[in-house]
């Protein structure tokens, strides 16, 4: 029986065990195996919201032995270290538990066809300083560690009679950064009602540092000054064209020399491809360090190989490469899902075509802006409001559907809206 290995369980490489989990797996036409380091999948646009509090990873994560079990495909827990192309195989390294103990020894897993959805991390462009004082947010692991940092200085500034305000930089200002800073105050206000009575948005100071000209750069600039006015309101210190030289344990120097306090550090400037693939001395990759593909999205020269999501670099026919966003890897998903069967069949494959439906961003509670439609029609319509808040609900509430289905789909947002309304509106532990 043919083995079809995915590796990465995000956006695109859920989407797609399940989509053939339900083809192939499920009439035992082929073994579907989903590879991934996490054993749970929390879709990476919120991952500024576990970060924050406001989303619980062991209550809103997709376990992804359960989800396998319903639908048709298995779950092997462990990260990628190497591929043999010659062999068919992908080397996981060993698992160990907290205390050190090995879990589970290194092995391999054969396969006949491979996609790598493993996502993309950020880019610290080697300065120095960052990697050891910021924190990141490419994981719900790094997102937890930063929220129970955010929590103890929550309880710092707390106390009675200390009179600091809590101060975070965050560097990039792209829509992680700017999420992120929006959602910031809105948990500061929160924390009042769970007593933490000296914590207030106006105990925060919030610097969000962008290198360039402007904040939200890829999208167009009405929204990007939309956000830039709404962040102001909200209190955020916006710092644009200010690129930071180095990292030090309480705070940023920056290219001009001047010094940016901070308690707490997130880098959320850039991506590339995890470092490993460029390790491994394989594949053709772009600056980014993602995957070279062809227009089927097989790694170049690799005809069993696929590449979707955040480590694929696909070129379009003007030159520029499709973006890494969760749209994108939705779309790969679905075309190598249907490649896969047409290359059973004995069709031919089909090219990719990236449709950009828009862009939004949250700002919390506060606000959400954003285009919709994008080269869908030549132009772009601007929201704001509660429409764009709407439209940037849904595009969670598709992700839901496309891997629980319709039915367990709708109930899945039933089930969340209850707990939303019993549990707390703020993780404090």
């Not at 160990?96 to 491979?114: I, N, Q, S, T």
């Not at 200085?153 to 990039?172: K, M, S």
Request: aromatic letters at 6%.
């Amino acid at each position: 029986m043919e083995t079809i290995l995915i590796v990465g369980g995000g956006a695109g490489g859920l989407e797609l065990a399940t989509q053939l989990g339900h083809k192939l797996g499920k009439k035992k036409l082929a073994q579907i195996v989903l590879v991934d380091k996490n054993t749970s999948h929390i879709w990476k646009p919120l991952l500024h919201e576990v970060a924050s509090g406001s989303l619980d990873t062991s209550t809103d994560g997709v376990a992804y032995s359960a989800h396998g079990a319903k639908h048709h495909y298995q779950f092997q827990h462990g990260e990628m270290t190497g591929l043999d192309t010659q062999a068919n195989s992908i080397h996981l390294a060993a698992i160990f538990d907290e205390d050190g103990d090995m879990v589970v020894a290194e092995r391999h897993l054969h396969y006949d066809k491979l996609i790598l959805a493993i996502g993309s991390v950020s880019n610290d462009f080697g300065t120095p300083g960052v990697a050891e004082h910021c924190y990141f947010l490419d994981s719900p692991k790094q997102a937890d560690k930063f929220h129970r940092s955010l929590i103890n200085n929550f309880v710092r500034v707390n106390q009675t009679g200390n009179r600091e305000d809590l101060r975070i930089a965050i560097v990039g200002g792209g829509a992680t950064g700017v999420e992120l800073s929006a959602e910031l105050y809105h948990v500061a206000a929160l924390a009042q009602r769970y007593g933490l009575a000296q914590i207030n948005a106006n105990r925060l100071r919030i610097s969000l540092i962008e290198a360039g000209p402007s904040i939200l750069p890829a999208l167009p600039k009405r929204i990007s000054d939309s956000v830039r006015k709404e962040l102001i309101k909200l209190g955020v210190e916006v710092l644009e064209s200010t690129k930071v030289a180095s990292a030090v344990e309480n705070g940023f120097f920056t290219a001009e020399d001047k010094t940016i306090r901070a308690d707490l550090m997130v880098w959320a400037a850039g991506v590339k491809a995890p470092d490993f693939i460029k390790a491994l001395g394989i594949f053709e990759l772009n600056r980014l360090q993602q995957i070279v593909v062809t227009g089927q999205l097989q790694a170049k020269g690799l005809d069993n190989v696929y590449v979707i999501g955040d480590c694929c670099g696909c070129q379009q026919a003007d030159g520029s490469w499709v973006p890494p966003r969760a749209q994108s890897a939705h779309q790969m998903a679905s075309l190598v899902a249907g490649n896969i069967m047409r290359a059973r069949a004995g069709k031919p494959l089909k090219d990719y075509q990236y449709k950009d439906h828009g862009s939004l961003v949250n700002l919390s509670r506060y606000s959400t802006v954003g285009n919709l439609m994008g080269n869908l029609t030549g132009n772009s319509l601007f929201i704001e409001g509660r429409i764009a808040r709407f439209v940037y609900i849904s595009l969670y509430r598709m992700h839901q559907v496309a891997i629980h289905g319709w039915f367990k789909g709708m109930l899945m947002i039933l089930v969340e809206k209850i707990n939303r309304a019993v549990r707390p509106k703020l993780k404090l532990h």
